[in-house]
C-alpha cells in the first residue's frame, strides 16, 4: 500500500493504518500451522474424559501397531520432565506438581494422558482413539464454593481442605470504620468462568537437530523469551541451545501468556524421536484444556457516610483456581485486591482472598487479569450504596474521585497513582449522552411501562507492567534499533505483539524520532535467536514499557549519529533534523543514509566511537500507569422475553497520550465487545461432575457482529509521567470498563420492580424470572 | 477435529447415488453443514460419504399446477434468494433466511435440513404450517408423505435406510394468505429456542383458515392444531397464541428451561400470528 | 441432568413389573442393545449400538438393577462409555395400576460426558426422552 505520508509530517497521534493488516487480512500472514518442516511428524493428544479418576492402565499397543504411528508415550516416559511453572509465589502457596502427562490420576477434563506421534495428523488422531485407558471414576467438584464445604471430594488428596492458599490485605482501622459506619451495604457478586476463545488455537511445532544438539520450538505465545527460560528448564536443556519462535499469533488475550504442558512435551518428543513434531490444538482442546478467564465469587461491604462518602470497603473474594496453577493463576485475583478501591479516596480496606482447588480447567489472567472482576464489584457496589442512600450514581462517584490536586495518589492497597482527572471523562460522557435528557427519557419510557436502564462505571486499571519488584519475572523491557548501512532501519523489540499494533506504532516513534519514512522502519519481535531478552506482551505494557524502551534506544542513537555526522561535516556542533545532520553555521547536512554508511565502513571513526549504527536498551518502568475512564450505556428490557437490547454505548476512555486513535479505536472495540460477552453471554459452565457443557461455540456464545452495538469511542488524555511518551495503555480498558456499566444499566432498568443486584451474564431467562417476580 | 477415515464416492445420476446408499455403513452428503461437523467431532462415523452434489436435477425451483416444487438439493440461500419462492411461498424464503450464517445458508441444503430433524431446525416448522409434501425416492421408486408425517421425532423421520429425500412441494399462496416465521435465536449456534410459522387466511380481520407450525419447543416439529382451532373460531391471537403450550413436554437446556420455552413459544406465536394477520390483509 | 416422565403399558402391573426385570426384554427394548450378558445378580453387560441421525457410537455398557420392591418399584442404573464419551443414566421406576393398565413413573438423572457432552446440551434433553419413549413403545410391542 502506497503512504502519503511524508518526512517531514509527525506521525505520532495519526490514525495510520496498521502495517499489519494487509497480510492478516489477505491470509498472507505466516502461523504455526503454516510452516512445514522435512520429516516433521505430528502429535495427538489423549486426554481425560472424566474429572477426577485414577488411571488403573493404559493400553497402547493397538495404537503402536497402527501403520504411521511413530511412537506413544505417557506419563511414565516423562515423569522426569519437570514440572509445569507455576511463576507466582504467595505466602503458603501451595503448588501440585503438574506434570506435562498425567500420572497415576487425572484432574480434569481434557487433563493430558498420552500422546501419539504419527507421519501425518490424521494417523495421529486415528491411533488416539487407539489407546484404551482404564479409569477409576471418582467423585469431583467443579464449583469453588462447594469445594470449600466440608466434606468435598478433595480435587488434590493431600489437600482436604481444597484451599491452596489463603491471602488478606488491609489498611486503615478496618473494624472501628464498619462499627461507626452510617450505611453498610452488601452483597454477593460474581464473575463467571469465561472462556477467552482466540480465532487461532494454540499451536506448537519443535524442531531438534541433534549435531547442534540445538532445540527450536515454535509456539503461538505471547512471552518468547520467559518461555525459552522456563522450557528450557523443563526440559533440562541449557538455555542457549533452546531458541523460541513466536511467528503470527491469531489472539492470545492473555490465554497464551502461560507456558503449558504441550509446549514442552512437543520438545521432548522432538529430542526423543530427532524428527520435527507438530501440534496443532484443536477447537475442543482449547475450550477444555486452555486457560479459563475469571471465576470469582466475591463478597463486597462497602461503609458509608450518610453524605456518600466512602469510608471503607471489605472483601472475600473466592477465586476459583481449577485443578492446578499454571503460570500466574494464583496471583490474578491479588490484581483484583489492589484495584479494589478503583478510583476512590477510601484509605480504609480489607481482602481476605481463599484459593481453591477444583477439577476444572486452571483459571489465569484474560484480558483485564483480576482487574474486570474488581472494577465489576466495586462499580456494582458504588452503584448499590448510590440507590441505598437515593443519590444520584454520577454524583456519588463525583464525589469520593481522588481530585486532580493528589497525584501521585498513594492507594489504601499501596500502588501509586501516577496521573489523573477522573471526572473529566466521566463528565465527557454525561455530556455525550445528554445524561438530564436521559433520565428524563427515561421517566417517560417508564410512564409507558417501558424498561428503560442508564448505567455507568467509572473504572481505573493498572497497566504497563510493571516495575520489575512488583513482577514475577522482570517488569522492565528492552529494544535495539539498527540503522541499516542503506540508512533503513531496524528494530527488534522485546514484547510479543499478537494483535496490538506495535509494528505500526513502533514504526510511528521511529519516524518521528530519526526523521525517516515510516516504511522505512521494520520492526522484529518474537523470536529469541534474533530479538535480545524481553518480557513479552500482556498487562496493556507493550507501548508504554517497550515503547519507551524503544524511546531510550533512539535518543542513544541520535547522540551517535550526531557524532558521525559531526565528524562527516568537520565541525564539533550539528543538529539531527528530518533525517539529517546540518551544521548550522556552514549550512551543510549529510543523510542518515550517508552517515549509517560511513558509520559500517568505519574508515574514520569519531573519537571513542565504535563503528556500526546500532544501540539496544533496557528500561526500567518506575512505576505502573494507571488509565482511567467512564462508560455509559443505555439498555431497553423487553417485558415479555427478558431481552437486554444495549442501545447506546458511550465509552470515554483516558489512556494516556494517544500514538494512533485507529489502534487505539481498535483495542477499545475489541474490549468492549469481550466485556458485553461477559455481561450478556458468555459463561463456562461445568456440571457438577465437572463435565464442560459449554464445550463448543454451539453451546458457548460470544458476541457476533450483530450482536454488538454501536460503540461511541470518545477521549480524554492525561499523559503519564511515568514515561517521556506519556502513553498509559488501552489493551484491557474496554473489557474493564464495559461490564459493570451494561449490569448498573440493566438493574437501573429493573430498579422500580426493587432489583438492586444481579449476576452475570444477563440471560433473558435471568431477566424474565426477575420480571415474573422471582429472584434473580 | 479430525474425522476417521472414509471413502468418497460421486455418484452421476440418481440411481447411481440409491445404489450406492443401500450400503448401510454409507451415507448422503448434501451441504456437509450437519454431518461434517459430527464426522469432525466422530460423533459420526461413515464408512462412505455419498456426494449428492454431483446428481443431476435436484437442485431446481420450479412452479407446477399451483404448487413449488423444490429440489432437495437446493440450498438455503437459493431458497432465500429465490423470486419465485419470494412471491409464492414467502414463509418458506423467510425460514430459510433465519438459518445460521451466510456460510452455512450457502452450503446447507433444504433436503439435508429435514432428513436431519435437528429438533431446533428452522424448515420445519414452515413446512409443518405450509402442509408441504416431500418426496422420498428408494431403489423401489418414489412416495410422497406429508409433512406432518415426515418429521416423526428427534433426528427421526420417515426417510428410510437408503432412501433420499428428493423433492419438497410446498402450496402457491393464494390471495389473502398472510405468514410469518418468527424465531427466538439461541445467543451460541443461532439454532432455533422456539420458532413459530404462522400461516393465515383472513378476510377483514376473520380468520378463515389456520396454520401453525412449531420448532424448538420439544422434540420433534409439530402442528399446534389447538391454537389453529381456536383462531378459526374467531379467538384474538394472544388468547390462541396461548394454547401452543398446551400439553407440550417442553425442552430443557442450559439456554433455556422449560418453562421459559413455553412462555417464549406463547411470545413468539402471538408475534408470528399478528405479523401473519397483518401480511394477509 | 434431570429426567422425569411416565408411561402407559397396557398390562398388569405384575406383568409389567416381571418385564422390566428379564434381561432378554430389557435388550429388545433398549434402543440399540445389541447384546447383554449377566455379570452379576441383576447386572449385566451390555453392548449397544446409539445411532441417532448422523451421530453413531459403540457403547459398553453395564446395567444394574437394585431396590427391588416387587411390583411397586426398582431402580434401573444404566452406564455406557465410548469413544465418543460417556452416558449415565439411573432412577427410580414406580409401578402403579391405572385400571387394566400400569403407569410406569420414572424419575432419574442422565449424565453425559465427553465429547457427546460439549456438543450436544441442547439436545441431550429431547434425545434422552426419545430413547425413553422408544423402550416403552418396543416394551408393549415386546409382549407376546
Ligand atoms: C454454524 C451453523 C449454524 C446453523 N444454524 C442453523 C439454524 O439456525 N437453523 C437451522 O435450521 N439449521 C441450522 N444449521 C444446520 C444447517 O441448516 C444444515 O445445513 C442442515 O441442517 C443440513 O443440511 P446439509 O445440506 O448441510 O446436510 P448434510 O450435513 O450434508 O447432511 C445432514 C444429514 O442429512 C442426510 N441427508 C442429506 N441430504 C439428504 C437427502 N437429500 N435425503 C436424505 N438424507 C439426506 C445426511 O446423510 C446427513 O445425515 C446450522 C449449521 C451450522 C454449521
Keep these: ?776 | 477435529m479430525i474425522a476417521h477415515p472414509f471413502d468418497y464416492l460421486t455418484p452421476k445420476s440418481l440411481p447411481e447415488a440409491l445404489l450406492l446408499l443401500a450400503d448401510p455403513d454409507a451415507k448422503a452428503l448434501a451441504g456437509g453443514m450437519s454431518l461434517i461437523p459430527m464426522m469432525k467431532l466422530r460423533l459420526a462415523a461413515p464408512a462412505k460419504l455419498v456426494d449428492l452434489r454431483g446428481v443431476p436435477g435436484l437442485t431446481s425451483i420450479s412452479e407446477e399446477s399451483g404448487r413449488l416444487k423444490i429440489g432437495a438439493l437446493a440450498t438455503h440461500f437459493d431458497i432465500e434468494s429465490s423470486r419465485l419462492v419470494r412471491a409464492k411461498c414467502p414463509l418458506l424464503a423467510m425460514a430459510a433466511a433465519h438459518i445460521g450464517d451466510v456460510q452455512v445458508r450457502n452450503m446447507g441444503t433444504i433436503g439435508g435440513s429435514i432428513a436431519h430433524a435437528d429438533p431446533a431446525a428452522d424448515y420445519p416448522a414452515a413446512l409443518q404450517a405450509l402442509e408441504a409434501t416431500i418426496s422420498i425416492a428408494g431403489v423401489g421408486g418414489t412416495r410422497a408423505v406429508s409433512a406432518a408425517e415426515f418429521f416423526v421425532d428427534t433426528f427421526t423421520t420417515a426417510v428410510g435406510p437408503g432412501e433420499l429425500v428428493v423433492e419438497v412441494s410446498v402450496p402457491v399462496e393464494a390471495a389473502g394468505t398472510g405468514t410469518s416465521y418468527q424465531k427466538c435465536l439461541q445467543p451460541a449456534s443461532g439454532f432455533a429456542i422456539v420458532g413459530v410459522a404462522a400461516r393465515l387466511q383472513a378476510v377483514s380481520g376473520n380468520i378463515s383458515m389456520a396454520r401453525i407450525g412449531v420448532t424448538g419447543l420439544s422434540g420433534c416439529s409439530f402442528r399446534a392444531n389447538g391454537v389453529e382451532a381456536l383462531l378459526e373460531s374467531g379467538s384474538d391471537p394472544q388468547a390462541a397464541a396461548a394454547a401452543i403450550a398446551n400439553g407440550i413436554d417442553a425442552n430443557s437446556d442450559i439456554h433455556a428451561s422449560a418453562e421459559y420455552r413455553l412462555h417464549l413459544a406463547r411470545v413468539y406465536a402471538a408475534k408470528a400470528i399478528r405479523a401473519a394477520l397483518a401480511a394477509a390483509r | 441432568m434431570k429426567v422425569t416422565g411416565s408411561h402407559l403399558v397396557p398390562l398388569d402391573r405384575a406383568r409389567v413389573y416381571s418385564m422390566l426385570q428379564d434381561p432378554e426384554v430389557l435388550a429388545a427394548c433398549m434402543p440399540g442393545c445389541e447384546k447383554l450378558e449377566k455379570s452379576g445378580e441383576d447386572s449385566y453387560t451390555m453392548k449397544m449400538k446409539m445411532a441417532l441421525a448422523a451421530i453413531s457410537g459403540q457403547f459398553d455398557g453395564k446395567v444394574s438393577i437394585t431396590d427391588q420392591n416387587p411390583p411397586g418399584s426398582f431402580r434401573l442404573l444404566v452406564e455406557g462409555t465410548s469413544k465418543i464419551g460417556f452416558m449415565k443414566g439411573g432412577g427410580l421406576l414406580t409401578l402403579t395400576t391405572e385400571g387394566d393398565a400400569t403407569c410406569v413413573a420414572y424419575e432419574g438423572d442422565v449424565q453425559v460426558g465427553g465429547t457427546l457432552a460439549a456438543v450436544g446440551q441442547r439436545l441431550i434433553d429431547a434425545t434422552s426422552k426419545m430413547m425413553i419413549k422408544r423402550f416403552f413403545e418396543k416394551l408393549i410391542a415386546v409382549q407376546p
Excluded at chain 1, 498487562?539 to 551517535?560: D, I, M, P, W
Excluded at chain 1, 544501540?615 to 443505555?634: D, K, L, S
Aim: proline residues 6%; negative net charge; hydrophobic residues 40%.
Design chain 1, 1 to 776: 500500500m502506497a503512504s502519503v505520508i511524508t518526512e517531514q509530517e509527525k506521525l505520532i497521534g495519526k490514525g495510520i493504518k496498521r502495517k499489519e493488516d494487509p497480510r492478516l487480512i489477505t491470509g498472507t500472514a505466516t502461523y504455526v500451522d503454516d510452516m512445514q518442516l522435512p520429516g516433521m511428524h505430528h502429535a495427538c493428544i489423549v486426554r481425560s474424559p472424566y474429572a477426577a479418576a485414577n488411571i488403573k492402565s493404559i493400553d497402547i499397543k493397538a495404537a503402536l501397531e497402527t501403520p504411521g504411528v511413530v511412537a506413544v508415550y505417557t506419563g511414565a516416559a516423562v515423569k522426569d520432565v519437570g514440572p509445569v511453572p507455576c511463576g507466582a509465589s504467595l505466602p503458603g502457596l501451595r503448588v501440585p506438581h503438574h506434570h506435562i502427562l498425567a500420572q497415576d490420576r487425572v484432574y480434569f477434563v481434557g487433563h493430558p494422558v498420552a500422546v501419539v506421534v504419527a507421519t501425518d495428523r490424521y494417523i495421529a488422531r486415528d491411533g488416539a482413539d487407539l489407546v484404551e485407558v482404564d479409569y477409576d471414576v471418582l467423585p469431583a467438584v467443579a464449583d469453588p464454593e462447594k469445594a470449600l464445604a466440608d466434606g468435598a471430594p478433595a480435587v488434590h488428596p493431600q489437600w482436604p481442605d481444597n484451599v491452596a492458599f489463603n491471602f488478606h490485605q488491609e489498611n486503615g482501622e478496618v473494624e472501628k470504620v464498619f462499627a461507626e459506619a452510617e450505611v453498610v451495604v452488601k452483597q454477593r457478586i460474581t464473575s463467571q468462568r469465561l472462556i477467552p476463545s482466540s480465532m487461532e488455537t494454540r499451536a506448537v511445532l519443535a524442531e531438534y537437530r541433534s549435531g547442534e544438539k540445538a532445540l527450536t520450538i515454535y509456539s503461538s505465545s505471547q512471552i518468547p523469551h520467559l518461555l525459552r527460560t522456563l522450557v528450557a528448564g523443563m526440559l533440562g536443556v541449557p538455555e542457549h541451545k533452546l531458541r523460541v519462535v513466536v511467528p503470527e499469533v491469531g489472539g492470545g488475550f492473555g490465554s497464551k501468556l502461560n507456558v503449558y504442558a504441550e509446549e514442552a512435551l512437543m520438545g521432548w518428543i522432538a529430542m526423543k524421536t530427532g524428527k520435527p513434531v507438530k501440534w496443532i490444538e484443536s477447537r475442543r482442546e482449547n475450550f477444555l484444556t486452555t486457560i479459563h478467564g475469571r471465576g470469582h465469587v466475591d463478597y463486597y461491604e462497602i461503609a458509608a457516610k450518610k453524605d456518600g462518602t466512602i469510608t471503607g470497603i471489605r472483601l472475600k473474594l473466592i477465586q476459583d483456581l481449577g485443578a492446578y496453577h499454571q503460570l500466574l493463576t494464583p496471583a490474578i485475583p491479588t490484581l483484583s485486591v489492589l484495584m479494589m478501591p478503583g478510583l476512590y479516596r477510601c484509605q480504609t480496606i480489607c481482602a481476605d482472598i481463599v484459593g481453591v482447588f477444583t477439577n476444572c480447567v486452571p483459571t489465569d489472567a484474560y484480558r483485564g487479569a483480576g482487574r474486570p472482576e474488581a472494577t465489576h464489584g466495586i462499580e456494582r457496589m458504588v452503584d448499590m450504596l448510590a440507590a441505598e442512600l437515593k443519590m444520584d450514581a454520577a454524583e456519588l462517584r463525583l464525589k469520593n474521585f481522588i481530585q486532580p490536586g493528589e497525584f501521585p495518589f498513594a492507594s489504601a492497597t499501596g500502588l501509586t497513582y501516577d496521573s489523573g482527572d477522573y471526572a473529566k471523562p466521566l463528565k465527557k460522557a454525561l455530556d455525550i449522552v445528554n445524561y438530564m435528557g436521559l433520565r428524563e427519557q427515561q421517566r417517560k419510557a417508564r410512564a409507558e411501562g417501558r424498561w428503560m436502564g442508564i448505567g455507568m462505571s467509572t473504572y481505573g486499571e493498572i497497566c504497563a507492567f510493571g516495575p520489575s519488584p512488583a513482577t514475577p519475572a522482570g517488569g522492565w523491557e528492552s529494544a535495539s534499533v539498527r540503522i541499516e548501512p542503506s540508512g533503513k532501519i531496524t528494530v527488534h523489540t522485546g514484547v510479543s505483539p499478537h494483535g496490538q499494533g506495535e509494528e505500526t506504532t513502533f514504526s510511528q516513534i521511529v519516524a518521528d524520532e530519526l526523521g525517516v519514512d515510516f516504511n522505512d522502519v521494520v520492526v522484529l519481535h518474537g523470536d529469541t535467536a534474533i530479538v535480545q531478552y524481553g518480557i513479552g506482551t500482556f498487562g496493556s505494557r507493550g507501548t508504554a514499557v517497550g515503547g519507551t524502551a524503544l524511546y531510550f534506544a533512539l535518543q542513544e542513537l541520535k547522540a551517535k549519529i550526531k557524532r558521525f555526522g559531526a565528524m562527516l561535516l568537520d565541525t564539533d556542533s550539528v543538529v539531527y533534523e528530518e533525517g539529517r545532520c546540518a551544521c548550522r553555521k556552514t549550512g551543510n547536512s549529510v543523510s542518515l543514509a550517508e552517515i549509517a554508511g560511513a558509520s559500517y565502513r568505519a574508515m574514520k571513526l569519531p573519537p571513542g566511537t565504535e563503528p556500526g549504527m546500532m544501540a539496544t536498551y533496557f528500561w526500567e518502568p518506575p512505576n505502573f500507569t494507571f488509565p482511567f475512564g467512564a462508560h455509559i450505556v443505555v439498555t431497553e428490557v423487553d417485558k415479555e422475553t427478558g431481552v437486554v437490547t444495549i442501545q447506546r454505548y458511550v465509552a470515554v476512555d483516558d489512556c494516556g497520550k494517544i500514538l494512533n486513535p485507529l489502534i487505539v479505536a481498535g483495542q477499545v472495540h475489541g474490549g468492549v465487545a469481550q466485556g458485553i460477552g461477559q455481561s450478556l453471554y458468555e459463561h463456562g459452565i461445568y456440571d457438577d461432575n465437572g463435565q464442560l457443557l459449554t464445550g463448543e461455540f454451539m453451546d458457548y456464545a460470544i458476541p457476533k457482529i450483530t450482536m454488538m452495538p454501536w460503540i461511541e469511542s470518545e477521549h480524554t488524555e492525561t499523559p503519564s509521567p511515568v514515561n517521556p511518551l506519556g502513553v498509559k495503555g488501552v489493551g484491557e480498558a474496554g473489557t474493564i470498563g464495559c461490564s459493570p456499566a451494561v449490569v448498573n444499566s440493566v438493574v437501573d432498568a429493573l430498579s422500580p420492580l426493587g432489583v438492586r443486584h444481579l449476576d452475570m451474564p444477563l440471560s433473558p431467562e435471568k431477566i424474565w424470572k426477575v420480571l415474573q417476580g422471582g429472584q434473580a
